[in-house]
């Protein structure tokens, strides 16, 4: 059955393919994939007269996402490439007074620190470094660059291994874990060391090493106005590494080394900004001592000595992120994310907060999450990537007005195609009548007089939330005829603290009566063939897919991808385990091992009549294979249709990293859906 399936979805790209070659495709298709190109990372030089971005494009010859950098004129849009030779660049920081650029390249396979001086556009390789740098920073007069970067460590042992004789060929030595964090979902096993700060003359040098310990030191990283000490974030504790939730503001001179600890409070503070007079620190985090599933992250300001900290987002019930200073140190710009849609706004000392950009998109392609990034200049002009449900995330500039988008990223892959309309689709919940966001996507050549397969696709996370943003997955689905519905069922994120808590301790719960009122709802409107009802969906997702076929018979199909399925064996599996015992759950599994088993999809296979395909990235840490093995197995056992398809070399992440196997994956599962045309 496998074998079977593979080889259609392998008929449809190839189909689809064949499409092109005989003449102009209207619609989207699998090829399209390797042609979409998005911004990412703008940030805008701080007089706000050019933008350098990163430009996110796929290459078709080595089916990989590769990352350049370029340069924009803010008021005329013109632009050039500036860092774009073989391999990616990406983090371009701008230097404060604009005359440089600092980022980083791989070279040699190995991520490297370069600054481009931008007069003469010559560029020079600051420091030769053994591990990746990250969170690059700028001191206030320039001659200096900050970064974390790891240190490695030994690694654990047991015993001395027995000596080898000269020539011989043995097995490989026994590897030995100790550590509580060991590996982490797209990096695999973690390389034994701490992330640690480091300082380089801006010139190029030799790196100095500024905080040492068995501690981690987390990014962003902000300098002291004087340029002498440096703000970063890290949890210290004696049991740091099992509270992976924690974190605290500490301030490190970068005269004599000593360590200043300026926040101190049950959860996390981390991303300082520093006011541009240098007697204030900006930074978010939440109280989290009730250790609830879902907490909204405030912006707060304290001096900068640590004394005096205050929230200024405590009336808003939105989360908030990446601080930034305004030119003249009166407001504080944030990003938030309302409704499944990211806005940045500017929240000034009272408190008084201002949505001044909307639109913000970014990020993976293949479902239509909230998010996006942006910069401030000194005279307030923003800098952000902007996008929508039919276009995937340009770059933008606004400043008190219009937005106005400087590139068109996609225009000669989108001409002459017709793309699926997306529209908001009104829902209340059969629960309690909650208002439950949501959108309908209509296939290419809709006619609302014909009657059409609709696909339930939902979204991970829990604590997450899709809005009106692009997506391959739902372009591809749309461009096969299907409807397509996707919403924010409560416990999602961007409707306030109480509606992502509805889930606490309590999923899946009533999230399922939100997300069958988001069916009832297409299947009102009069073009929905109710006896081809199909549901998908990733990671939290895959687990509500999995949950839904074990309530109801209603759907002819479902494809669970990346699922939980069991949830003692994922908690204990899982990379992050240390927090979602505690945080999700309350106890430990062998303390309540029912109150796991009830919110199991496993618990519900004794009643799945659905041909259900089930499909995993074989590098999977989120939720590892194990998960999806024993749902596709229990499936078998029952004799109910399955399938399953593993991602080779994909993690929890990365399962549509590579342009092919996301184009693969969404024919899968069309291809599944295909075969079970109705009841």
Avoid: C
């Avoid at 001086?117 to 053994?130: C, F, N, P, S």
């Amino acid at each position: 059955m496998r074998a079977l399936l593979l080889a259609t979805a392998i008929s449809f790209i190839a189909a689809t393919g064949a499409a092109a070659q005989d003449g102009p495709t209207r619609v989207f298709t699998a090829r399209d994939l390797f042609g979409l190109q998005q911004a990412a990372d703008p940030q805008i030089r701080p007089d706000g007269a050019q933008v350098a971005y990163v430009r996110a494009s796929n290459d078709l010859m080595t089916d990989r996402t590769r990352r350049t950098i370029w340069l924009v004129d803010a008021k005329t849009g013109a632009q050039s490439p500036l860092v774009a030779d073989e391999g990616s660049s990406f983090s371009p920081r701008w230097s404060p007074d604009g005359k440089r650029l600092a980022y980083v390249a791989v070279v040699g396979g190995a991520p490297q620190l370069f600054v481009r001086w931008m007069a003469d556009g010559r560029a020079a390789k600051v420091a030769t470094l053994e591990q990746a740098p990250s969170d690059i920073t700028w001191s206030p007069d320039g001659k200096t660059l900050a970064f974390t970067m790891l240190v490695p460590a030994p690694g654990a042992s047991l015993a001395a291994p027995i000596a080898k004789p000269e020539g011989a060929q043995w097995a490989e030595p026994l590897r030995v874990e100790d550590r509580v964090n060991w590996r982490a979902d797209g990096e695999g096993e973690l390389k034994p060391g701490y992330s640690q700060v480091f300082t380089v003359s801006a010139d190029g040098g030799a790196p100095r090493q500024r905080t040492f310990g068995k501690f981690d030191a987390q990014g962003p990283l902000a300098f002291a106005k004087d340029g002498q000490g440096l703000i970063f974030a890290s949890n210290r504790a004696a049991n740091w590494e099992r509270d992976a939730g924690e974190s605290e503001l500490f301030r490190v001179s970068l005269t004599d080394g000593g360590l200043t600890q300026l926040t101190k409070r049950v959860g996390p503070d981390y991303a300082p900004a520093v006011s541009p007079d240098g007697k204030l620190i900006a930074y978010v985090g939440y109280d989290d001592a009730r250790h609830r599933g879902y907490e909204n992250q405030r912006l707060y300001v304290m001096n900068a000595d640590g004394s005096n900290p205050r929230a200024l987002t405590a009336g808003l019930d939105r989360s908030v992120g990446d601080p930034q200073w305004s030119g003249d140190g009166k407001a504080i710009y944030v990003d938030y994310a309302d409704l499944g849609q990211t806005k940045v706004a500017r929240v000034t000392l009272d408190g008084k907060m201002t949505t001044v950009a909307e639109g913000l998109t970014g990020g993976g392609l293949d479902r239509p999450y909230a998010g996006g990034a942006f910069s401030v200049a000194r005279d307030g002009t923003i800098a952000f990537t902007k996008g929508d449900a039919l276009n995937p995330a340009d770059l933008a500039v606004t400043k008190g007005g219009a937005a106005r988008t400087l590139t068109a990223l996609n225009a000669d892959l989108f001409a002459g195609k017709t793309l699926g309309k997306v529209e908001a689709l009104p829902v209340k919940s059969s629960f309690d009548g909650k208002s439950i966001g949501a959108w309908i996507v209509t296939p290419p050549g809709f006619d609302p007089a014909k009657k059409y397969p609709l696909i339930l696709e939902i979204h991970g996370g829990p604590f997450s939330a899709y809005g009106p943003s692009f997506s391959t997955d739902n372009q591809l689905y749309a461009a096969a005829g299907y409807v397509v519905v996707y919403s924010n069922p409560r416990g999602s994120t961007s409707y306030g603290e109480a509606f992502a808590n509805e889930i606490d301790r309590n999923y899946p719960s009533h999230d399922y009566d939100d997300l069958m009122s988001v069916v009832d709802a297409a299947v009102a409107k009069g073009f929905v063939d109710d006896k081809r009802l199909y549901v998908t969906g990733g990671s939290g997702g895959g687990a509500l897919t999995a949950w839904i076929v074990g309530k109801t018979g209603r759907f002819a199909a479902a494809a669970t991808q990346k699922p939980v399925i069991n949830w003692t064996s994922q908690v204990l599996t899982v990379d992050g385990y240390t927090g979602m015992a505690r945080d999700w759950f309350g106890q430990m599994p062998w303390e309540d091992p029912m109150a796991y088993w009830k919110r199991s999809p496993l618990s519900l296979v004794g009643n799945v009549t659905t041909p259900t395909l089930v499909v995993v990235g074989d590098k999977d840490l989120r939720t590892p294979p194990s998960e999806a093995e024993q749902y596709y197995q229990a499936l078998q056992l029952r004799g109910v249709p399955t399938a399953l398809v593993k991602v080779p070399g994909a993690s929890h992440g990365g399962i549509a990293a590579r342009p092919s196997q996301a184009a693969g994956k969404a024919a899968a599962i069309l291809a599944w859906f295909e075969r079970y045309k109705g009841k």
